[in-house]
């Protein structure tokens, strides 16, 4: 049996994911047996899950192979967590969380998926509804610090069995594979079986479609670009409500889930995008309307929509003393911080916001109400709850976090070469 890697399709080191079982192990044969992935830095990582009282044997024979192969081994022990569509969902996501940590920049991370499981997450995908994830699985993609590398993807698995016969390789048979309790498995020993009697060929068909809708969605995602920049505002974070309204629905359900996929947020639901679509687009500009999922918040102010996770007001009682030569801590996780560093004269007082206070601009002689500096500013009523206020010790305000200043605040920056600069929470 003739089976051989095509070329790497990225520069970088490769490490192989390798659980042991038959197609992984075919994959790290097939990859120390190639002088360009050693060359270029060629190691195995193994994840194990601790979801079978033998986990840890496996993790040892995986090791044993590749001390045989003069592969570096390194194994990781994860905790998997829960998730609403399954445990298959959840050691997904504890697998690839394994991944980039181990990940080198510009290392790939090779994977034994071949043609049988592009059948099978077709169809999967299919039986879910889902639309853009029709493309299935793809040869290459970004990943963490490099990318996901899937050689394999196009050989059927009986040439991999073939394979590992032919060259008297041993694997691990992890018996949960036997198990139709989870949705692959049923596909793969009920539904795909009954298909290749009719259809002999149907695995080669399933992939070829996902090929195609792959390319296809390469193009809608090229389109998509160009249409999210004739909506998005000056802030990456906001819609033009305007602008958006004047593409065809269909395209706006597509850019609203593109733009909220662009800035981490989890995935829109067909039944979000209807309720965004019935009650915040047309709603008033004055309305504050809001649409909240998962830790994530899509508010509609002005003419514009605004979206990013959800963070509660300051609490009312919440003070703190600050001298400015360390960061300091916000309730929620931001902070405030000079860059670079300095003392104030005097260590201010910081507290949430009050009302009734009055600031006095840069190159103003007045006080304005700071409820007004802010409207002014276009800062949306939910960000104006959380911003920390800046009193001088004889209660003079210098600022409301560092969207607006004093003048006497503005000088004293400007004078020892230092800004304010608020970061939001890590999340």
């Not at 296809?216 to 909506?231: C, G």
């Not at 039944?271 to 998962?294: H, N, Q, V, Y």
């Amino acid at each position: 049996m003739v089976l051989t890697l095509p070329a790497a399709p990225a520069d970088g080191p490769v490490t192989v994911a390798f659980s042991g079982g038959m197609d992984s192990t075919v994959l790290l044969h097939l990859a120390a047996q190639d002088p360009r992935l050693r060359d270029r830095g060629l190691r195995a990582l193994h994840v194990d899950h601790g979801l079978h009282p033998d986990s840890a044997h496996w993790a040892q024979a995986c090791g044993d192979v590749c001390a045989g192969l003069g592969v570096s081994f390194q194994a990781r022990r994860v905790t998997v967590g829960d998730r609403s569509d399954g445990l298959e969902a959840a050691a997904r996501d504890a697998r690839h969380e394994a991944f980039a940590a181990h990940q080198a920049p510009g290392e790939l991370i090779a994977l034994a998926h071949h043609r049988d499981d592009q059948a099978e997450t077709l169809l999967l995908r299919l039986l879910r509804g889902s639309g853009d994830g029709l493309g299935a699985m793809r040869t290459l993609r970004p990943f963490g610090r490099g990318w996901l590398w899937r050689p394999l993807l196009a050989v059927p698995q009986s040439q991999l069995h073939a394979y590992a016969l032919e060259h008297g390789l041993r694997w691990i048979e992890d018996p949960s594979n036997a198990s139709q309790h989870h949705d692959r498995n049923f596909l793969r020993h009920r539904v795909l079986p009954v298909l290749r009697e009719r259809w002999p060929q149907a695995d080669a068909g399933f992939a070829r479609s996902a090929g195609l809708l792959a390319a296809q969605q390469d193009l809608l995602t090229a389109e998509d670009a160009s249409r999210l920049a004739r909506v998005q505002g000056p802030d990456p974070a906001t819609l033009s409500v305007p602008a958006l309204l004047a593409q065809p629905p269909d395209w706006q359900h597509r850019l609203l889930r593109r733009w909220t996929a662009q800035l981490g947020l989890p995935m829109l639901s067909a039944r979000a995008l209807g309720t965004i679509s019935a009650e915040l687009m047309p709603a008033r500009a004055d309305a504050r309307a809001k649409f909240a999922w998962s830790g994530a918040v899509i508010h509609r102010w002005r003419d514009l929509l605004h979206a990013g996770w959800q963070q509660p007001p300051l609490p009312a009682d919440w003070r703190a003393a600050w001298d400015g030569t360390q960061a300091l801590p916000l309730p929620g996780g931001d902070c405030l911080q000079l860059a670079p560093a300095r003392a104030f004269d005097a260590p201010l007082q910081v507290r949430a916001g009050v009302g009734g206070v009055r600031l006095v601009r840069p190159g103003r002689s007045h006080s304005s109400e700071l409820k007004h500096v802010l409207q002014d500013l276009g800062v949306p009523p939910w960000q104006r709850a959380r911003l920390p206020l800046l009193f001088a010790p004889d209660g003079t305000l210098l600022a409301a976090g560092d969207v607006a200043l004093s003048g006497q605040l503005h000088r004293w920056l400007a004078e020892h070469g230092t800004r304010l600069e608020r970061l939001p929470a890590s999340t």
